[in-house]
């Protein structure tokens, strides 16, 4: 992420004034967004994998630059959506300890196949040259269980990111009503660690470390002095990214464990990404076209750590398989075969076009989502307008009718 105290190795940015037109060549380099020459650059995407130093390290400290701030307006409702959403939040708490049956016996083999991922058409286990050529039904198992395990560590490290970016919301934001939500997100956030943790500890009984990739992106975000763009980074970045993730193992577990934390989970999901969008559409009026610019430059950073974070080189390291091969495979395939991972950018993009991100500066982080293979979204449902449709009230009150 471009941060305030990194020279903008940009001459047009200086020039540009509230109201300016941002042009395409102002913006950064891939060599400066990224840290890479190019998006698809294997050996510097390898060489991040390697900087995970102290996988057993329990403690991890990043520098958090933002200044707390107090406000002396109490008057609610100054914002009615935020406030709605406020609302909203307070009676749709749930439990992890009680809401949820956790007697139920679960077989993290079969909990969530991802076969499909590894299917016929990649050619990747009949082709002589493949690392993983001749795989057969055990290979498939474990790997499918090591990724399983892989998806939800991930999860889990993701919630705890947004624990702590929505802490420091509640202390940097300016709005009263904003700082009111935040704080039902921090309580929702504690709750999706809390439940992501046991499930791994008590039915899976496995985990990962943090992904490099991840970790970056989390560190960046908080690192951050700029209060919207911890929103950026987390409400619609990585949460829109959760939402998606979440929405595509929920439609494919049948387990019903998993498959009711999931949905409870998504229903404060859709509300946190809404926040994000509700309170940065405001605040980007107030904007000028360079710091429209730098807001697109780090979305489209975002966007390329969570696509990397995907390529879940832990888990072909962990199954002993060659790892770069396997990336570049990955990278390398056609895109009617990158549909799962391009599915995860599916709320992202329609709120980064809601927000004016996609044409801002001719279309510059267009061009980028269509380079990455997911501006086919830009026209699906925001998630500020879909996320009463993820709520959990009925089925919770029917359920207690029930008994
Ligand atoms: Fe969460
Ligand atoms: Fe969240």
Not at 346 to 358: A, Q
């Amino acid at each position: 992420m471009s941060s305030p105290d990194v020279p903008n190795d940009a001459p047009a940015v200086a020039e540009a004034g509230p109201g300016a037109q941002a042009t395409a060549a102002a913006h950064l380099s891939d060599a400066t967004i990224l840290g890479r020459a190019s998006v698809n650059d294997v050996d510097a995407i390898m060489d991040l994998c390697s900087t995970n130093a102290d996988p057993d390290a329990t403690e991890h400290v990043t520098p958090d630059n933002a200044d707390a701030m107090f406000t002396w307006d109490y008057e609610k409702g100054q914002r009615p959506r935020l406030e709605k959403l406020y609302e909203k939040a307070k009676v749709s708490q749930w439990n992890v300890t009680t809401d949820l049956d956790w007697s139920i016996e679960v077989d993290p083999y079969e909990a969530f196949s991802i076969m499909a991922e590894l299917g016929p058409e990649t050619g990747w286990t009949t082709d002589p040259t493949s690392p993983i050529y001749n795989w057969g039904d055990k290979e498939m198992r474990d790997f499918s269980y090591e990724s399983f395990t892989w998806r939800l560590s991930q999860f889990l490290h993701g919630e705890q990111g947004a624990l702590l970016c929505t802490a420091k919301i509640v202390e940097t934001v300016p709005w009263y009503d904003a700082k009111l939500y935040a704080a039902t997100q921090v309580m929702d956030e504690a709750r999706h660690v809390e439940v992501f943790a046991k499930y791994l500890n008590e039915k899976v009984e496995n985990s990962y470390p943090i992904n490099p990739h991840l970790g970056i992106l989390l560190d960046d975000i908080i690192a951050d002095s700029r209060w919207d763009m911890t929103y950026l980074g987390m409400q619609i970045m990585v949460e829109g990214l959760a939402l998606a993730a979440f929405g595509f193992m929920h439609s494919f577990t049948e387990e019903p464990l998993l498959k009711k934390l999931l949905r409870y989970v998504m229903s404060d999901e859709a509300r946190h990404v809404a926040f994000g969008v509700l309170s940065l559409q405001e605040f980007y009026t107030e904007l000028n076209a360079a710091e429209i610019r730098e807001r697109q430059e780090f979305a489209f950073e975002a966007a390329v750590r969570m696509r990397d974070r995907f390529l879940q080189q832990e888990v072909w390291e962990r199954m002993g398989v060659p790892v770069r091969p396997m990336v570049e495979r990955v990278l390398d395939l056609p895109e009617e075969q990158k549909v799962f991972q391009a599915m995860l950018f599916s709320k992202i993009v329609p709120n980064c076009k809601k927000l004016g991100l996609l044409d801002a500066a001719d279309g510059w982080l267009r061009d980028r989502f269509t380079e990455i293979g997911v501006i086919q979204f830009e026209d699906y449902v925001d998630t500020a307008s879909e996320y009463g449709e993820f709520s959990i009230d009925q089925e919770r009150n029917a359920e207690a009718a029930a008994g």
